[in-house]
Each structure stands twice: as structure tokens, then as C-alpha cells.
């Protein structure tokens, strides 16, 4: 398994996520029924969700960018 972080973005401002969440692969955090996917996006989400032109910038556990999801 591989571990990957969601960070949010906002303007200049970046929001790590420290804890991260291990998946086997990243497509798996898009798949429904998977709680520990799930659990990050939920966190993600409630942080998030009243700021607009955000954008969530995940990262492998090595801090390449694997996934870019502007809103």
C-alpha cells in the first residue's frame, strides 16, 4: 500500500495534510465503499467546504503530485 495526502490550496496559502491515508493504489480513492478514501475525502470536505476557488492537490507518500482537483 501506498500513502497518499490531500492538501488543499487556497491562493498562496497550502494546507498540508500530515496524516495521509493508505491505499492500494490512488483510483481507489475515488471508489465508493472504500472508508478509509472515504474518511479523507469526509475530513477533506468539512474543511473545505466553505472556501471557495480551492484546489486539493494529492500527493504520494514520496510528495510528487499524483492528482490536481480544482473547484
Known amino acids: 500500500m501506498a500513502r497518499y495526502h490531500f492538501h488543499v490550496q487556497l491562493a498562496d496559502r497550502l494546507i498540508p495534510d500530515r496524516e495521509g491515508v493508505d491505499l492500494p493504489n490512488l483510483r ?9 478514501a472515504c474518511a479523507s475525502w469526509d475530513a477533506l470536505l468539512d474543511v473545505i467546504g466553505c472556501m471557495p476557488n480551492r484546489i486539493t492537490v494529492i500527493t504520494d507518500e514520496a510528495g510528487r503530485i499524483v492528482f490536481v482537483l480544482a473547484v
Do not use: L, R, T
Open 28 to 36: 481507489s480513492a475515488f471508489e465508493p465503499g472504500n472508508a478509509a
